[in-house]
């Protein structure tokens, strides 16, 4: 990774500018022309450094509830439960984590109901306990990644 | 919180994937759905301003950049203090997500969710250390779990 792209990574995580000229007036602050600053992240982009460049949108201020859940799940069954749980189109992420609860997953619903009712369909496809663990409070989100 | 309209949500529909790279960006969002620019970009700030845009700007692919050591961290600590304990792990610049989650005793006696990453794990325990000591004598209990594989990650869209 070169110097410019680390910088552009370390200082545009957020603040890009919604302006009619935003690389030129973001480039300013980078010393970087409008084409070099559009350059570097298309490279970015190519290199798959960066997953993605734009907004980062609020999952629940667009209508749907994250919550979370976990699993015990026997380790010689572990592959073909996986696979009924992330049969739901509502299991938006999944990981394996080294723990009893050896399966957390992440819900997107629309309302607590459907949450409820879903985390109950998860049990009767296969046949195990669901912990569900919605948030009480977010203290907060956001995420610095320094390279 | 007002409910998102219809241009809202083409708006957010054009732009989940990534902004244009063109030198106005928004100019050529405001061409693709045919609206003024000078909307795409109010619509937009205002989108900022009520959080349902969190920022804008490039979003790393953590494991790409070296981050490849994520872990759960958890804690056991007394209801009465939880809020104030979550809202100083959260602001420690190593915690990306921080909540307060319901216990399920008596498998599960946590309540207070840090999400910490790390270069290694080594990294990640000493930042746990370091969240055990802002905890202080609150800690009953805590575990740290890493992920050990990605089973599903689909992301969250908004369906056209």
Redesign the interface.
């Known amino acids: 990774m070169t110097e410019t792209e680390r910088a552009v990574i370390n200082r545009l995580q957020g603040g890009f500018p919604v302006c009619e000229r935003p690389f030129l007036e973001a480039g300013e602050k980078l010393g970087l022309s409008e084409d070099e600053l559009i350059g570097v992240i298309r490279g970015l982009l190519d290199q798959g450094l960066l997953s993605r460049f734009g907004p980062l949108y609020h999952a629940e201020r667009l209508g749907g509830a994250l919550s979370l859940a976990a699993m015990k799940v026997p380790e010689a069954e572990f592959d073909a439960i996986a696979e009924r749980v992330n049969a739901f189109p509502e299991v938006a992420h999944n990981y394996a984590r080294d723990h009893a609860l050896n399966m957390w997953f992440v819900l997107a619903t629309e309302t607590p109901e459907r949450r409820r009712a879903v985390l109950r369909e998860i049990e009767a496809a296969t046949g195990l306990t669901v912990y569900d663990m919605p948030k009480i409070t977010e203290y907060f989100v956001g995420l610095h990644f320094a390279v | ?1 007002p ?2 309209d219809d241009i809202d949500r083409r708006l ?1 529909l054009a ?5 244009p ?7 050529t969002l405001a061409e693709q759905l045919d609206l003024p ?1 000078d909307e795409v ?1 109010r619509r ?2 205002h ?2 301003d ?13 494991y ?4 490849t050591a994520n872990g ?1 961290t958890v804690w056991d600590v007394p209801d009465e203090r ?2 104030e304990l ?2 100083r ?3 420690m ?1 190593s ?8 216990r ?1 005793l008596p ?2 006696p946590y309540n207070l969710f840090a999400m910490v ?1 790390g270069r290694t794990r080594a990294d990640v325990e000493r930042e746990a250390d370091r969240i055990a000591e802002v905890l202080g004598a609150a800690v009953r209990g805590r ?1 740290v ?12 869209r ?1 369906q056209s």
């Not at chain 2, 779990?145 to 969250?156: H, P």
């Open positions: 919180m409910a998102l957010i732009t989940q994937a990534g902004l790279l063109t030198p106005r960006p928004y100019h620019p970009m937009l700030k989108m900022l009520r959080g349902v845009i969190r920022r804008i700007g490039v979003v790393p692919n953590h790409r950049i070296g981050y759960m939880v809020d979550g809202e792990v959260g602001r610049p915690v990306s997500h921080c909540y307060h989650r319901p399920h498998d599960w990453h575990s779990l890493y992920s050990t594989r990605i089973l599903k990650k689909t992301g969250l908004l």
